[in-house]
């Protein structure tokens, strides 16, 4: 796993934490009525974030703020594609940026910006896999994530006629034409197999194979790449459109990801034998502030609220998220965003996985 630091993380992590820094987290509603309902949402943030400058800070810099969150309505576009949107602002600070991840409405006014979802957006993206749908006629390679799958051209000829027209001296040694099919099918197999062993050796990425019961048999038989597929799908897919193709391996991507959240617990429960894991919010903070953090491990909803007393030392308790406009200093966002400027990486898990270390882990470099 490899921390991820993408060009809109790097601009809010280096933006310079200067009073008010205003953040605000919108969902794009997917009902009808989708722009008029998220205008109504975005004008009550507004006016929720311009009540609380006015009353806690002078003029100018509240009327600096929201001169530059007004900058960014104005270019804000509601994108039917997207699932969100992130505003940015400081008297010396502006940003928006599109969510693909489902997100909550939150609105913080704090000493620097909120950037879990920005991190979470970032990490969705960043996790890939292959999808090769095998047939009779023809093969297809598709990169997948969270939020997209596109084909793949491969370098190999991908349909069977291709290797029917490459051999046409050979059909006489075949006295059954579909003997003669048959060996091609295979030809067609171990030639994209042989792609996929090139594709796998570049990136190292899971793979989905589908196909008919009997195409998945000679798959089987003859790949080298058995040890990398993460599972079989049985089914013809060739006439359905790529959104379709999400909707129907959707549990097998989903499947998938909950092996890869078991084994975050696996490495945490090593961590612990070995006694390199931090628990809770408190021992987690302190050890990031101190830089023994390699790994956070959190559950993606969790916050825990409190200020920050004097330098390294925060004053926090955890916090349920009733009041969907919080103002609320999260901790948690804090440690995700120390972590990652010192080199660690950051890792979310479904809500209540990590009951039992208190909803947040640390693994470090060394007890």
């Given at each position: 796993?490899?921390?991820?630091?993408?060009?809109?993380?790097?601009?809010?992590?280096?933006?310079?934490?200067?009073?008010?820094?205003?953040?605000?987290?919108?969902?794009?509603?997917?009902?009808?009525?989708?722009?008029?309902?998220?205008?109504?949402?975005?004008?009550?943030?507004?006016?929720?974030?311009?009540?609380?400058?006015?009353?806690?800070?002078?003029?100018?810099?509240?009327?600096?703020?929201?001169?530059?969150?007004?900058?960014?309505?104005?270019?804000?576009?509601?994108?039917?594609?997207?699932?969100?949107?992130?505003?940015?602002?400081?008297?010396?600070?502006?940003?928006?940026?599109?969510?693909?991840?489902?997100?909550?409405?939150?609105?913080?006014?704090?000493?620097?910006?909120e950037i879990r979802d920005i991190v979470y957006d970032a990490k969705e993206s960043q996790v890939h896999y292959?999808?090769?749908?095998?047939?009779?006629?023809?093969?297809?390679?598709?990169?997948?994530?969270?939020?997209?799958?596109?084909?793949?051209?491969?370098?190999?000829?991908?349909?069977?006629?291709?290797?029917?027209?490459?051999?046409?001296?050979?059909?006489?040694?075949?006295?059954?034409?579909?003997?003669?099919?048959?060996?091609?099918?295979?030809?067609?197999?171990?030639?994209?197999?042989?792609?996929?062993?090139?594709?796998?050796?570049?990136?190292?990425?899971?793979?989905?194979?589908?196909?008919?019961?009997?195409?998945?048999?000679?798959?089987?038989?003859?790949?080298?790449?058995?040890?990398?597929?993460?599972?079989?799908?049985?089914?013809?897919?060739?006439?359905?459109?790529?959104?379709?193709?999400?909707?129907?391996?959707?549990?097998?991507?989903?499947?998938?990801?909950?092996?890869?959240?078991?084994?975050?617990?696996?490495?945490?429960?090593?961590?612990?034998?070995?006694?390199?894991?931090?628990?809770?919010?408190?021992?987690?903070?302190?050890?990031?502030?101190?830089?023994?953090?390699?790994?956070?491990?959190?559950?993606?909803?969790?916050?825990?609220?409190?200020?920050?007393?004097?330098?390294?030392?925060?004053?926090?308790?955890?916090?349920?998220?009733?009041?969907?406009?919080?103002?609320?200093?999260?901790?948690?966002?804090?440690?995700?965003?120390?972590?990652?400027?010192?080199?660690?990486?950051?890792?979310?898990?479904?809500?209540?996985?990590?009951?039992?270390?208190?909803?947040?882990?640390?693994?470090?470099?060394?007890?």
């Open positions: 796993m490899l921390p991820i630091i993408n060009d809109d993380l790097t601009l809010l992590m280096n933006a310079v934490h200067y009073r008010p820094a205003v953040s605000i987290i919108l969902p794009f509603h997917t009902k009808t009525n989708l722009a008029s309902e998220f205008q109504h949402s975005l004008k009550f943030a507004m006016n929720e974030v311009e009540r609380k400058l006015s009353a806690e800070y002078p003029f100018e810099q509240a009327i600096t703020v929201m001169n530059k969150l007004h900058h960014l309505t104005d270019k804000l576009e509601v994108n039917k594609n997207k699932k969100g949107v992130a505003l940015f602002a400081s008297p010396i600070f502006e940003k928006l940026i599109y969510l693909n991840v489902d997100v909550e409405p939150k609105t913080v006014v704090e000493e620097s910006f292959l999808l090769l749908m095998l047939g009779g006629d023809k093969c297809q390679l598709f990169l997948g994530n969270h939020f997209h799958l596109l084909p793949v051209k491969m370098q190999v000829p991908s349909t069977l006629e291709d290797y029917i027209n490459d051999a046409p001296q050979r059909v006489t040694n075949f006295s059954d034409p579909d003997a003669f099919k048959e060996a091609q099918v295979e030809k067609l197999i171990r030639s994209v197999d042989k792609e996929l062993s090139n594709t796998l050796h570049e990136h190292k990425l899971p793979v989905f194979v589908a196909g008919s019961k009997s195409i998945l048999g000679v798959f089987k038989s003859i790949s080298h790449n058995e040890k990398r597929i993460e599972q079989y799908i049985e089914g013809n897919y060739f006439d359905k459109s790529l959104n379709q193709l999400q909707q129907i391996i959707q549990p097998f991507i989903q499947e998938w990801r909950r092996r890869r959240q078991l084994n975050l617990l696996q490495q945490i429960e090593e961590a612990a034998n070995q006694k390199k894991l931090a628990v809770g919010m408190e021992q987690v903070w302190n050890d990031i502030y101190n830089k023994k953090g390699r790994l956070l491990v959190v559950e993606k909803d969790f916050i825990a609220s409190g200020e920050h007393v004097n330098d390294g030392f925060v004053f926090y308790k955890p916090t349920s998220t009733e009041n969907k406009y919080s103002y609320m200093h999260d901790v948690v966002d804090d440690a995700i965003e120390l972590i990652l400027t010192n080199g660690g990486d950051v890792a979310f898990v479904e809500n209540g996985l990590l009951d039992s270390y208190d909803h947040i882990a640390l693994i470090k470099y060394y007890p």
